[in-house]
């Protein structure tokens, strides 16, 4: 049977990477100056560790300036805002992520709003949630960026294409529809109280799993010749999955991204591709 071209995420993001390294060095020959990024986690959850420990590798590779601030579990909100404000104020940090999920007890959407949009360089303030909205331009959210960054560096056409998202998260199912409609696809959004969300993602050119469900997607999802995207990030006896089941959908899809090595790596290429734009509007290019 046909199998599908793979989308390889980590082939592009470390062209990406490539590109960036170039471009700060370059800037750092005329200025003396690097961008700087920093990533902050409230807690030790094993996952989020990992995930901090691999941004701060991957901006350090580039010729970042990298700081990991990780606070204990019981931070409460105002100390986790303190943080934030003193990363606001200085001068050699010009990206900020705050690691999700945060602690119950402490409300990340308070953080995000005293969070300088400047900064945001994971596009989850107001200010650049509305941006997006508004359809202007701003700092996008890492992995709907990745997405898009991912279709394009393999020439998938976007407009006018029929589009389905399943999952409407604040960090991708959400932002990523609206990024789609900003490239002129017609983008449908399903999710858990959907009834048979089968027969709507059967109807679609590009079909984008960001649900967090293991092998979710099976063949009667596709449309055959459909492009699938699979942003889940599962963990099972057998190591890390998807949520779409990628041999029997490789059959009948034309293009598909695996897991790992798809949209993870392209999620961090974008991190780093958007503190580089941070930097480059605070200091100039
Ligand atoms: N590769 C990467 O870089 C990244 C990967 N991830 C991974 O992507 C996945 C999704 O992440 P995230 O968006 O943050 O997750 P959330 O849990 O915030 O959202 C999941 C979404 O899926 C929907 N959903 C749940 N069950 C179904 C179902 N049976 N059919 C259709 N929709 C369903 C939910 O619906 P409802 O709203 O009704 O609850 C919700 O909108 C996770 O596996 C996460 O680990 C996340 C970020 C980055
Ligand atoms: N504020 C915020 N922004 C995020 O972007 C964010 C977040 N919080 N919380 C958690 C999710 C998850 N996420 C991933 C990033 C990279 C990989 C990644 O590189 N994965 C590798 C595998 C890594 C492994 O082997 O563990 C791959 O898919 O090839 C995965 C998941 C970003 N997230």
Redesign the pocket.
């Known amino acids: 049977m046909a199998t599908a071209q793979l989308l390889d995420g980590k082939r592009t993001a470390q062209i990406i990477r490539e590109e960036l390294a170039k471009k700060i060095e370059e800037h750092y020959e005329r200025t003396m100056l690097r961008p700087g990024l920093a990533v902050v986690l409230v807690g030790d959850d094993p996952a989020s560790k990992i995930y901090v420990r691999n941004k701060h590798r991957a901006s350090t590779q580039v010729g970042m300036d990298s700081r990991q601030i990780i606070l204990p579990a019981h931070s409460t909100t105002s100390q986790v805002l303190e943080t934030i404000e003193m990363l606001n104020q200085d001068p050699s940090i010009h990206g900020i992520l705050l690691q999700?999920p945060v602690p119950r007890h402490i409300d990340a959407q308070v953080i995000l709003r005293h969070l300088d949009p400047r900064k945001d360089v994971d596009g989850l303030t107001p200010t650049n949630m509305g941006r997006l909205m508004a359809g202007q331009s701003g700092l996008r959210p890492?992995?709907p960026l990745?997405i898009i960054e991912l279709l394009d560096r393999y020439h998938v056409p976007l407009e006018g294409q029929r589009v389905v998202v399943?999952?409407?998260?604040?960090?991708?199912?959400r932002p990523l529809a609206l990024m789609f409609v900003e490239r002129n696809a017609t983008v449908t959004i399903?999710?858990?109280?959907?009834p048979n969300?089968w027969d709507i993602t059967r109807e679609a050119d590009i079909v984008v799993a960001?649900?967090?469900?293991a092998h979710?997607v099976q063949p009667n999802w596709i449309k055959p010749g459909a492009t699938v995207i699979d942003?889940?990030?599962?963990r099972t006896e057998s190591g890390i999955v998807g949520?779409v089941d990628f041999d029997s959908v490789a059959a009948m899809a034309s293009r598909i991204t695996p897991?790992p090595g798809?949209?993870?790596p392209?999620?961090?290429a974008m991190l780093l591709s958007n503190t580089w734009q941070a930097f480059q509007e605070t200091v100039g290019s």
């Open positions: 999700l890492c992995t990745g399943i999952g409407r998260s604040q960090l991708v199912g399903v999710h858990s109280k959907t969300a960001a649900v967090g469900h979710l942003v889940g990030i599962n949520d897991v798809g949209i993870g392209m999620t961090i």
